[in-house]
């Protein structure tokens, strides 16, 4: 015999349709559940009704004396709980997402920054937002740049400018760079190092891909550097970098922040600094345009131009 509730036709279920069920296998008893979830009597029956003439079974057997599960009700009142718990949650789920600096936060940055700005980095969101898990990715700028695109990650801490479309610059300070040299050479120590001695000094690199390296060059070249003047990469990393500067293979740039953790490991280092203006580079933040979190980007980034304001560099503002 056909079921008197029909064929099943495909309909999805309400969840008001669902509510009202789980309330009534909850109480057994119309008026009860019909209160219990705010809902007139004669509406919450016509709710169950619908829900068994969408699903094609019978849920409830109805006497005038009290209201009882039918085998498929007892089944189905537990699916429809489970439902009902998980839609809470993703609610539950979706205000915790409206809470800004909540969730993760993948940040990238590039190798030249991460030793330094880190720890700044680090204890500003420790003690502002403590309930943001920051994840932390160091990795080179074309890297960076790919994961950003991709959605790998979520920000980046790096030099600027990009230049690519579709990715926002936050900036945060200047910086200049000074000249690493090994003790005894001419222009160790001095404060007045013209850029035109870029010219002919013996100068070492990081490897291919690191901006740094092609900052230097760009330098190099504004001050007159030829093509042919002698350029040494033999190093992965500035640590290595300002040893092989120690034992006097050459010398090096360096961005201000770096000196201090790197040179204070070796008595055989020396810097100078450049007459103004001083070769430098800008760091900044950058998001992908129409970031759904754009608002909370530009927060950090304030924050983070007031903490850096200790670190020997210029801070600059977000319109500049």
């Known amino acids: 015999m056909a079921s008197p509730y029909g064929p099943h036709r495909g309909k999805q279920p309400s969840l008001s349709q669902l509510r009202a069920f789980a309330a009534v296998a909850e109480h057994l008893h119309f008026r009860d559940a019909a209160a219990a979830i705010g809902m007139s009597q004669p509406a919450l029956s016509g709710a169950v009704s619908a829900l068994e003439e969408a699903l094609g079974v019978q849920l409830l057997e109805r006497t005038t004396r009290k209201v009882l599960l039918s085998p498929a009700g007892e089944r189905l009142a537990v699916r429809a709980r489970a439902v009902l718990d998980a839609v809470s949650e993703l609610m539950e789920e979706a205000e915790a997402a409206q809470a800004p600096f909540t969730g993760v936060l993948r940040l990238g940055v590039i190798p030249t920054v991460a030793p330094y700005l880190l720890p700044t980095v680090l204890r500003l969101v420790h003690q502002r937002y403590p309930e943001l898990d920051l994840q932390v990715h160091e990795e080179q700028t074309s890297s960076l740049l790919e994961g950003l695109a991709a959605g790998r990650l979520d920000l980046l801490l790096l030099a600027v400018p990009l230049g690519v479309p579709g990715v926002v610059e936050l900036p945060l300070f200047d910086e200049d760079f000074v000249l690493v040299t090994p003790e005894g050479h001419p222009l160790a120590g001095r404060d007045d190092i013209p850029r035109e001695a870029l010219r002919e000094l013996k100068l070492l690199l990081l490897d291919e891909g690191h901006c740094l390296r092609d900052q230097a060059l760009d330098i190099c070249r504004e001050a007159g550097r030829t093509e042919g003047a002698p350029v040494t990469t033999t190093a992965a990393g ?54 759904a979190r754009q608002g909370e980007f530009e927060e950090l980034a304030g924050a983070l131009r007031g903490a850096m304001r200790r670190l020997p560099v210029r801070v600059v503002g977000a319109g500049t």
């Not at 090096?252 to 000196?259: K, W």
């Not at 450049?274 to 800008?282: H, Q």
């Open 238 to 291: 500035l640590s290595t970098l300002v040893q092989l500067v120690a034992g006097g293979l050459g010398v090096t740039l360096l961005p201000r922040t770096a000196v201090k953790v790197e040179t204070a490991r070796n008595t055989a280092l020396f810097t100078g600094c450049f007459t103004d203006p001083a070769p430098s580079r800008r760091v900044a933040l950058a998001m992908r345009a129409g970031a």
